[in-house]
């Protein structure tokens, strides 16, 4: 049941972030991240992973607001070519799901590969849709450099998950 509400509470806050700007997102990722400490972590140690992922956002993210592949209204940007506070909530939210509702891709990096070259690219679609980001054009081409990302990106996730000894005993690969 805690990696279906996992899910769910990430879905919430996905959409808190999208619709709600920065401080909605910093408000509601700060009292998910409060609940997930308090009744979904395992280990103390997941923070590294949620520190890891903020890092992968800054890096990531800000990479492609760097060489054009995002881009967003000049009164939406606070830092230069830094991610929304919104887009990196949402890294750092993402980093809570790996122990939990993603544990199935527990040494299936070729699956987490496929579902990080899919997922995300949706997920990264919607959101220019509900917000102030635009892709470069050709966009198709924008959401494949999203993609290519994101099928690295989730296999590094479930690999420190494992690294780290973060999922449960009741985790075991299938």
């Known amino acids: 049941m805690k990696p279906l509400m996992n899910a769910v509470m990430f879905q919430g806050v996905w959409f808190a972030c999208v619709l709600g700007g920065n401080t909605l997102a910093l408000i509601i990722t700060s009292v998910y991240l ?7 972590m395992n280990k103390r140690s997941e923070w590294r992973l949620v520190l890891l992922f903020f890092l992968l956002g800054v890096l990531i ?5 760097h060489f054009g592949i995002f881009s967003s209204s000049a009164d939406a940007q606070y830092f230069g070519n830094l991610p929304p506070i919104w887009l990196l909530c949402l890294w750092v ?4 799901l790996f122990a939990h509702s993603l544990a199935f891709l527990r040494t299936r990096y070729y699956l987490s590969a496929m579902l990080g070259f899919i997922g995300p690219t949706c997920s990264y679609l919607a959101g220019v849709k509900l917000t102030g ?3 470069a054009e050709p966009w198709w081409l924008s959401l494949f450099a999203v993609a290519l990302a994101w099928s690295l990106i989730l296999p590094v996730g479930v690999y420190y998950c494992e690294k780290w000894a973060l999922y ?3 985790d075991k690969p299938l």
């Open 34 to 40: 409060f609940l997930h400490d308090h009744y979904f």
């Open 61 to 65: 993210d800000g990479s492609f607001f």
């Open 93 to 96: 939210s993402v980093a809570t």
């Open 133 to 135: 980001i635009s892709l």
């Open 168 to 170: 449960s005993k009741e």
